[in-house]
């Protein structure tokens, strides 16, 4: 039942995707597998000089080097800003007692990243934030029903990359199809 201003309605299915508030704000109702919650480092980065073409999409696993780049979008501060962020620079925490403080050597890491691998942008980020990644074990998503819940963890940090996808699948889930995969189901998860 949610109370508005206008009056309280009740609703036939919840859809849950809240991410790193999901056990506290679910779990007792729902039976989950354990997820760990990490708080990320993501730096944006100015290109030297105005792109003709945007910029690639990179995925950099070599060596020492595991970043990825992208376009920062409205976290970039400037218009055409790389967001660039490391997915093994991560710290354990939890929704709630998260810090918000960004890494000093993660950002040194990726600005040496910057200096070798990217000379197009210059190695100055205008801007840096901390974000939170909820993953289970296997780093797979969760999509599944458990009577009037519809579960979405769309874990790992790559679920935004799947949201329209992951939308149509909530929708479905919804209206009372099978999960996609069983690999996504509470099942598979809790095996």
Do not use: M
Not at 54 to 63: A, K, L, M, Y
Not at 112 to 120: A, D, S, T
């Amino acid at each position: 039942v949610a109370h508005t201003d206008s009056g309280a309605f009740a609703a036939p299915v919840v859809a849950v995707a809240a991410g790193a508030w999901l056990p506290p704000l679910i779990g007792g109702l729902v039976p989950l597998p354990p997820l760990s919650v990490t708080q990320q480092q993501v730096f944006h980065f100015a290109p030297r000089l105005a792109a003709t073409q945007p910029w690639p999409i990179v995925i950099c696993q070599h060596e020492a080097d595991n970043f990825y780049a992208l376009p920062g979008g409205r976290d970039g501060e400037l218009p055409g800003a790389i967001k660039l962020g490391s997915d093994d620079r991560d710290k354990p925490t939890t929704a709630t007692t998260r810090d918000f403080d960004v890494d000093p050597a993660a950002r040194d890491a990726a600005i040496e990243f910057v200096i070798r691998r990217l000379p197009g942008l210059a190695s100055t980020p205008v801007n840096e934030v901390t974000c939170l990644y909820t993953s289970t074990a296997n780093k797979d998503f969760i999509l599944d029903r458990h009577g009037p819940f519809v579960i979405a963890s769309a874990c790992s940090g790559h679920g935004a990359k799947f949201a329209l996808l992951l939308g149509e699948i909530i929708v479905a889930l919804s209206a009372g199809a099978p999960p996609p995969d069983d690999r996504f189901t509470l099942a598979a998860h809790l095996a």
